[in-house]
Each structure stands twice: as structure tokens, then as C-alpha cells.
């Protein structure tokens, strides 16, 4: 998608998991600055959303990235995100949550 990414990883050590997206981003703008020079302005937002996935719903979260682009013509990321924070009460600042 042009304005954001799914990643469905399993790590064993959340510990390491701010890190593993701080060293993702930074590798990946570097690809991006290297390879297409024309979009010297790419930045990724400074923070992320994350939230863990049952086993059993792997498939279903596997199925949806997969299919995210049809999705998103029904439902803005930007709409779909607040609806999610809220259908599950995380408490969040509207000025930060979308970067």
C-alpha cells in the first residue's frame, strides 16, 4: 500500500521487537534512497502500531494482507486504524496515532 505496511512476523523475544522495527526502517530508507533517488523526501512516521495475533488467527491476518488493497477501497487505513484502537479501547491521541 502507498501509505503503510503489514508485517505478520513471530519473534520469540519482545524485548527486541522496537528495535527489529528501528533497524527496518532504517535499512529499508536507506534501499529506497540508494534505488530511487527521486524520492529523496521518503521518511517513514517516527512511531507504529503493533498488536499481537492469536495462533489461531494467523490464516484470517494472513488472508487479510493479502487481499488489503481490495480492502482499503472499502475502508480508508486512516478510518480502519481509529476503528480498531476503539473497538478494542485503546485509549490514543488522534494528533499522534497516524503519524
Same mark, same amino acid.
Do not use: A, T, V
Given at each position: 500500500?502507498?501509505?503503510?505496511v503489514h508485517l505478520l512476523i513471530e519473534l520469540n523475544n519482545l524485548d527486541k521487537f522496537s528495535a527489529l522495527v528501528r533497524d527496518l526502517k532504517a535499512? #529499508? #530508507?536507506?534501499w529506497i534512497h540508494k534505488n530511487f533517488p527521486e524520492l529523496k523526501d521518503f521518511a517513514w512516521q517516527e512511531g507504529f502500531g503493533s498488536f499481537s495475533v492469536s495462533y #489461531?488467527? =494467523?490464516d484470517t491476518v494472513?488472508?487479510?494482507i *493479502?487481499? *488489503?488493497?481490495?480492502?482499503h477501497k472499502k475502508m480508508s487505513f486512516e478510518d480502519e486504524f481509529v476503528?480498531? =484502537?476503539?473497538?478494542? *479501547?485503546?485509549?490514543f491521541? #488522534?494528533?499522534f496515532a497516524l503519524g
Open positions: 500500500m502507498p501509505d503503510h535499512s #529499508s #530508507s536507506g #489461531s488467527s =494467523l494472513r488472508l487479510y *493479502q487481499n *488489503q488493497k481490495e480492502h476503528r480498531f =484502537l476503539k473497538l478494542h *479501547q485503546i485509549k491521541d #488522534s494528533r
